[in-house]
């Protein structure tokens, strides 16, 4: 495929894939947001044909780009502020980060990422297209990345086996989190609330994600 025919390829998906984001997100704001975020710009060459069909696409090291649906479906469900504080758990591209950092212009996005080749490839992305509003963070031991919180929305981009006590002690009161709970071949998409009196769960759907490794995660064994 030439240079020309995957430009009026991305034009065209591009345009059917929002169309499609329409029916089932009601958020004007986040479709706009993911509208402003090149994704071709997120995935290796090989993939770049495909940016825009509404698929996870793989971006090595055993990770993926998650689908547009599922970005819109979270971001939606943070219910974001332009001011909002925002830590992402597993950077992998950066799309997704990206999408964070429109929504909250007056804000801070905080993203971690385990593998960090990935890391240093979503810096290189993120600072080319000027995000100066994302900080990407090398994940360690420590779950999350307390020293910056608390946030105001938390977005853990990997499957958990429960609701991690770390991360939610990294939200503010009022604060809110969406996670894939469940084992390593489905999850469903969990939305929590933390309240005064404790966290409050919402159920967004099924979901499939790469497993979150580490502490309060899933052991690197099988």
Do not use: H
């Not at 925002?86 to 997704?96: D, F, M, P, T």
């Not at 990935?118 to 990407?136: G, P, S, T």
């Not at 994940?139 to 499957?159: M, N, Q």
């Not at 309240?195 to 979901?207: D, K, V």
């Amino acid at each position: 495929m030439t240079e020309r025919e995957t430009e009026k390829k991305l034009n065209s998906d591009r345009k059917e894939l929002f169309s499609n984001l329409r029916r089932s997100i009601r958020s004007k704001s986040v479709l706009s947001a993911m509208q402003r975020v090149p994704r071709e710009a997120f995935v290796p060459t090989g993939e770049r044909p495909m940016a825009y069909l509404d698929v996870p696409l793989t971006i090595g090291e055993g990770q993926t780009i998650s689908q547009p649906y599922i970005v819109a479906l979270i971001t939606e469900a943070l219910r974001l502020q332009p001011a909002d504080r925002v830590l992402e758990v597993g950077a992998g591209s950066g799309y997704q980060a990206a999408v964070l950092a429109e929504m909250v212009p007056e804000g801070k996005v905080v993203t971690v990422e385990v593998v960090r080749c990935l890391a240093q490839r979503a810096r290189d992305i993120l600072c080319a297209l000027d995000y100066e509003n994302i900080v990407v963070e090398d994940a360690d031991e420590t779950l999350g990345c307390p020293w910056r919180g608390p946030y105001d929305a938390i977005v853990v981009s990997a499957a958990a086996p429960s609701l991690s006590p770390a991360l939610v002690s990294q939200l503010a009161v009022g604060g809110r989190m969406v996670v894939p709970v469940g084992n390593r071949d489905q999850q469903e998409l969990v939305c929590a609330l933390r309240t005064g009196e404790g966290i409050s769960l919402r159920m967004l759907g099924p979901c499939r994600f790469v497993p979150l490794i580490g502490r309060e995660a899933f052991p690197t064994s099988f």
